[in-house]
């Protein structure tokens, strides 16, 4: 029964990708979808596509090992992803088209900033494919481990069939494709982790049971102050849960649903819907956790195995097929999006950019549809490490996009002054400050990476900007006009 609900979901949404392969014309709608989103599609898909398989094996493992300290994360990103909406949502729509119609992250600094040379396009370009070979690995180990534990399959092939579904879809429909499927998977997976922490805590006497049966294990988990030894948590390690919520501001494949929107007027709504299904799917994860903590009679050698082993014991096949679909929605839907913004990246920024400026759609189009396959075998390669996790690889990945792309956006959508020689410094600033920093350890330097990198690149932005010379009057022209239109 599992087995047959799982082959159908797969049929969907490959069904999903074969229709809108037959609506994409041209890379604008192969990257952005022609830029006519609604609000729903916009904030579900910028939902589904941030949350990847984290939402649902890596937070609600986190929870069952740190309790209550898991909200200081969740808080942090829910605060992110308001604030992303807020400040940057309807500026970057209207910019990055006033942009002579920048598709990508990368070409939108090129054409924001004027530069002829192209070497902030490529620069961000090496940084959109080296984080997100990261990112895309993450999610297929996620599927790996579904296909593992739900199947009984080899680690190994797990990971393929994983990957093999996210390429068919996103290599047919493009954005169209990413954004209609992350519409039922964002459904799926927000009712998922709803139904399950209920069903749960139901069994154990409601929320006084579960938190009653977790103070009797482990009292030290009710407290947000505290980690699971008793200790007191350090300034470094809440900064750093606190930090996530910083790292919206440069993720491309969420910045890509902004641009895709139908206009700035549709912003507001999706707002509301992106911040409940966010602050709703969060709580979930992390109740999910607490409540394996008094259900679960021992602990797991895997905690972020821990929401499949709930929904195995709380329901039957037929519907536990259903809920476990969800995890494989959460992989899909954030894979397939990493998938094709590293892409457009290639065929957009390196291939156009650089190789044939000539290039025509179709062209770039079937560069693309190359590139994915490309990028998602090098993926494949990193996620056959068995041992891999995926909340770790999430947060470089995360950190990375955050500090290298985060304040460099910010400001160009803020500082009229701001230099094509300050983008570029803050971007190679932020990007290699999360490398170096990754890579020490002790004392701050156990702070995590994308608090130092977003720093160091607001100010190597800042100081730069002030030594070169000024922006050109054309781009401060453009800039007040993007206000003007901002503010109308």
């Known amino acids: 029964m ?26 604008s709608d192969y990257v952005l979808g022609g830029r006519n989103l609604g609000p729903i599609p916009s904030a579900l898909s910028a939902g589904a596509s941030d949350m990847s ?5 890596g937070l609600p493992g986190y929870a069952m090992a740190a309790g209550y300290g898991s909200f200081w994360l969740a808080g942090g990103l829910l605060v992110g992803t308001w604030l992303n909406w807020l400040l940057v949502a309807q500026r970057l ?4 088209q006033r942009a002579d119609d920048a598709l990508t992250l990368p070409a939108f600094f090129e054409k924001r900033f004027e530069d002829h040379s192209h070497s902030l396009r490529v620069i961000s370009a090496v940084f959109v494919l080296i984080f997100f070979l990261f990112y895309t690995s993450s999610g297929l180990v996620a599927g790996g481990k579904l296909f593992e534990t739900v199947f009984g399959f080899d680690y190994t092939m797990a990971v393929l069939i994983g990957a093999a579904a996210v ?9 169209l494709a990413v954004s209609w499927t992350d519409v039922v998977q964002g459904l799926l997976m927000v009712g998922a ?13 409601g929320l006084s049971g579960t938190l009653a049966a977790v103070e009797a294990k ?7 102050f505290t980690d699971a030894d008793g200790k007191s948590i350090t300034l470094i390690g809440t900064l750093s849960l606190l930090g996530w919520g910083m790292g ?12 895709g929107i139908k206009s700035k007027d549709a912003v507001p709504a999706a707002r509301r819907i992106a911040v409940i299904w966010s602050a709703i799917s969060m709580a979930g994860a992390c109740l999910i956790g607490l409540a394996a903590i008094g259900y679960l009679p021992e602990g797991l050698g895997d905690n972020e195995k821990v929401f499949m082993v709930m929904v195995d014991a709380l329901f ?17 839907s954030t894979a397939d999006s990493q998938l094709l913004v590293s892409s457009s990246a290639l065929a957009e920024d390196f291939y156009k950019a650089l190789f044939n400026k000539e290039a025509t759609q179709e062209q770039l189009v079937r560069v693309g549809r190359i590139a994915v396959i490309v990028i998602a075998l090098i993926a494949t390669f990193l996620a056959m490490d068995k041992d891999s996790k995926v909340l770790e690889l999430v947060s470089y990945a995360w950190a990375g996009f955050g500090a290298a792309f985060g304040p460099a956006l910010i400001m160009s959508l803020y500082w009229k002054s701001m230099t094509k020689g300050g983008a570029l410094a803050g971007i190679i600033t932020g990007g290699v400050t999360v490398v170096v920093w990754k890579q020490l350890s002790g004392g701050w330097f156990d702070l995590y990476e994308i608090i130092p990198g977003i720093i160091f690149a607001f100010i190597a932005i800042i100081v730069v900007s002030k030594v070169t010379p000024a922006p050109s009057a054309s781009i401060q022209k453009r800039f007040e006009d993007v206000e003007a239109e901002v503010k109308s």
């Open 53 to 57: 398989g984290w939402l649902l094996m």
């Open 193 to 205: 982790l709803i139904l399950v922490p209920l069903i749960a805590m139901g069994e154990i006497g």
């Open 167 to 175: 390429i068919s879809y996103t290599l047919f429909g493009g954005f």
């Open 2 to 27: 599992v087995t047959l609900t799982f082959i159908l979901y797969l049929i969907l949404m490959l069904a999903i990708g074969v229709v809108a392969y037959r609506r994409t014309q041209d890379l």
């Open 218 to 224: 482990n009292p030290e988990l009710l407290n947000m």
């Open 248 to 259: 919206y501001f440069g993720q491309p494949h969420i910045l890509a649903r902004f641009k």
């Open 316 to 332: 039957h096949p037929a519907i536990a097929g259903i809920l476990l679909a969800a995890i494989l929605a959460a992989v899909m």
């Open 93 to 96: 729509r209207v910019y990055s």
